[in-house]
């Protein structure tokens, strides 16, 4: 039979334990309900530009993607190719309607003359994202010739921008004007930091992904990075969108 002196010792552990349960149930209530931590939407990206110009055919003929060093005199052709930084208004490529390049000022004036098209005077500077023809290439009306991008003095590309990828179920909570972050591929956060932008626009139209889920795509503005981001490269995103009660985020992860 149990003395007196352990029973109330029992009791004490038990008092001891209620004591100890009632703080824990009203620190974990607290945290749950009181405390409010930074909400975010994850979602992945495709770094791009806002004023990317692709140069294309107007007519069917005979292509040479390339410029020459004095305009006047017709000397020092060069070869288009990726890299490549054109100013404003400088020659990118000639196509010969005929598919038959001149051979003399006869020809020219018998109407083998090419047509240029130049670099848009859009921007002062322009860098060569990419060539999809060959010289002496026979291409049809509309044929991509090369993709342009405008950059400043220091080749830095102008007005960055991510296409955003985002499950429909976070639509809802997305507006213009919210904060982004951009976790690049290439360069690990850890070492090289995080990029930041603004959310501009959401796109109205969704579209099938994997698993029959349905996705939406938005568009956000790179206002800076630590590290150049190469357009065409992926990107994470962290898109904030305030702060909620602990238990809200935890109801919606």
Do not use: C
């Amino acid at each position: 039979m149990a003395t007196l002196p352990s029973l109330k010792r029992s009791f004490s552990h038990l008092h001891i334990f209620g004591i100890s349960l009632g703080v824990i149930v009203l620190a974990l209530f607290f945290f749950l309900f009181a405390v409010t931590l930074e909400a975010k939407i994850s979602a992945t990206g495709i770094v791009t530009a806002r004023d990317i110009v692709e140069i294309r055919t107007r007519r069917p003929g005979l292509i040479e993607p390339g410029w020459y060093d004095d305009e006047a005199k017709k000397q020092g052709f060069h070869a288009l190719k990726a890299g490549d930084e054109l100013k404003s208004g400088q020659l990118v490529m000639l196509l010969y309607p005929q598919d038959i390049p001149p051979k003399s000022e006869d020809d020219i004036a018998k109407g083998a003359q090419p047509i240029l098209r130049h670099a848009p005077e859009t921007a002062e500077r322009w860098l060569v994202l990419d060539v999809s023809v060959a010289t002496g290439q026979s291409v049809p009306a509309g044929t991509l010739v090369a993709t342009l991008v405008p950059i400043d003095q220091e080749k830095k590309i102008l007005d960055l921008m991510v296409r955003l990828d985002i499950d429909e179920k976070h639509v809802g909570e997305l507006k213009p004007g919210l904060t982004v972050r951009f976790y690049s591929t290439m360069y690990p956060h850890r070492i090289h930091g995080v990029a930041e932008g603004v959310l501009e626009r959401l796109e109205p139209r969704g579209e099938a992904g994997e698993n029959g889920v349905r996705r939406f795509h938005a568009i956000a503005k790179v206002s800076k990075s630590p590290f150049p981001l190469k357009i065409g490269s992926s990107v994470k995103a962290e898109i904030l969108i305030g702060e909620k009660p602990t238990y809200r985020i935890i109801l919606e992860h």
